[in-house]
């Protein structure tokens, strides 16, 4: 008695998970000294604001820090991660720090999970997504960079999937409400919220209260003074800083690749914003009339196509515009642009290739995906995935050799905590080869998507 393919498969996937979690047991990101990194910076900056202290300067950060064990500053003692977001997610952070670290965590583990179901279940059960292609859409792309670090993009996917949902059922008063919150990073809100000023006006009132709401919590948590230095000072140091770290996925890391200087290569990141929302308000409008969640989501990608300041955990904020696209796509050639598109932002690629545990999870969440995405191809699952596993295996076999712990002087305690990581950038020369090539596949997956949405978009309506 044969076993059907599609059981067959549900086994193997089940296989694969349980062994892609034994892998991430193992890997660095949850040992005990190195898990959480992003999270404990964020739970110090709470810290200080609990101490009516200033988030964004040396002191108390880099004591908290050093405290908590991070283990990027064992061998850099006076070096500090510094805090780049607006003052209403350092109140956020300020109830966060409230508890002990280890009992922070763990609460906020439980509330990004909680987040990520949530987003999952309103792509299934609104926007008619399959639940194995939702699942496995978001799990690692946006669950892994939340679970293992501490970032927010759980939170910022359930507020544009949330916003998107709620314009779906004809909710735009809790749409305005939820684009607000997409400004818990404000880089990509800022293309949502424009987006809904201009084509739900039935949301309008309700963002606009709700990114006041925002405006006063930031200045009642930090004081209007560390606002300002946060927005004058903090941000085009932090920008100038990371021009060409590592984990950058900017227009500006890109130029920097390409041998342009720092100063030229933020100038053209910041161009490509303007480009980029430009082309998000149009897409939005052109997609908008035949999807009113495509308001929100497409506005979403765009906001990370380019830029100045991008790291992967941002990208992920983009597949649920993939996805979008897949369900509307009618023709073969949208379909296979879409679909890719969704493959090749859904991985962590750059990570998977640096770190072999992440090695089973992204070949199970790849046979999910395209499985989910061709209806069941076995064929094309095993292409995939062996594919996959024959050029990843030799890249992880030799990583590029890890980088000395940074050489920081020690800053005064009133001095910006982004000085740091500027005395950190002058000893990082131009991107090499390596670290370029393995984030192709997500800028491949960028392009697929703007072009799916392109083509959707001009596509003559049916005639009836």
């Known amino acids: 008695m044969s076993v059907p393919p599609a059981r067959l498969f549900a086994l193997l996937v089940l296989l694969g998970v349980l062994f892609s979690a034994a892998e991430l047991l193992r890997s660095p990101f949850l040992h005990a000294d190195g898990e959480f990194v992003d999270l404990r910076a964020l739970w110090c900056a709470g810290r200080a604001v609990d101490q009516h202290a200033d988030p964004y300067r040396v002191e108390p950060e880099r004591t908290c820090q050093q405290a908590s064990a991070i283990e990027t500053l064992h061998d850099s003692p006076n070096l500090v991660m510094s805090f780049v977001l607006p003052g209403y997610d350092a109140a956020g952070a300020a109830l966060l720090a409230l508890l002990p670290l280890r009992v922070a965590i763990a609460v906020f583990v439980a509330l990004a999970l909680a987040a990520l179901l949530a987003a999952v279940a309103l792509l299934v059960r609104v926007l008619d997504v399959p639940a194995p292609l939702a699942v496995a859409s978001l799990a690692f792309s946006a669950g892994y960079p939340s679970l ?270 982004t000085l740091a990581w500027l005395d950190v950038s002058r000893s990082i020369g131009q991107p090499d080869l390596w670290h370029v090539a393995v984030k192709v596949p997500t800028w491949l997956g960028l392009i697929a998507l703007l072009i799916a949405a392109g083509t959707i978009g001009w596509e003559r309506p049916r005639a009836r």
Not at 276 to 287: F, H, I, S, T
Not at 327 to 333: E, H, Q
Not at 350 to 366: E, F, G, I, S
């Open 148 to 417: 293992t670090l501490g970032q927010l993009g759980a939170f910022e996917i359930f507020a544009i999937v949330g916003a998107a949902a709620a314009l779906h059922a004809g909710r735009d008063r809790w749409a305005g409400v939820l684009a607000a919150a997409t400004l818990i990073e404000p880089h990509l809100g800022g293309f949502i919220g424009l987006a809904v000023l201009a084509y739900a006006p039935r949301a309008r009132v309700a963002y606009l209260l709700g990114a006041a709401a925002l405006l006063v919590l930031a200045v009642a948590a930090t004081g209007p003074v560390a606002q300002l230095h946060y927005l004058l000072h903090e941000l085009p140091q932090q920008a100038l800083a990371e021009a060409r770290q590592d984990q950058q996925y900017s227009a500006t890391f890109i130029a920097t690749a390409l041998g342009i200087p720092i100063p030229a290569a933020l100038t053209l990141g910041a161009l490509s914003t303007v480009v980029m929302l430009g082309v998000a308000l149009v897409l939005a409008r052109r997609l908008g009339a035949r999807e009113r969640a495509a308001v929100v989501l497409l506005p979403a990608a765009c906001a990370v196509c380019g830029g100045v300041y991008l790291h992967y955990a941002q990208i992920a904020v983009a597949i649920p515009a993939a996805l979008l696209l897949f369900g509307l796509a009618r023709t073969p050639r949208e379909r296979i642009m879409a679909g890719a598109a969704v493959v090749l932002l859904a991985i962590p690629w750059y990570d998977v290739a640096l770190v072999k545990q992440l090695l089973a999870p992204a070949l199970t969440t790849l046979a999910v995906l395209v499985w989910s995405l061709t209806s069941g191809s076995v064929r094309a699952v095993a292409a995939a995935v062996v594919a996959c596993w024959l050029v990843l295996t030799p890249l992880e076999n030799r990583p590029p050799a890890a980088p000395p712990p940074p050489v920081v002087g020690r800053l005064p305690g009133d001095a910006s905590a």
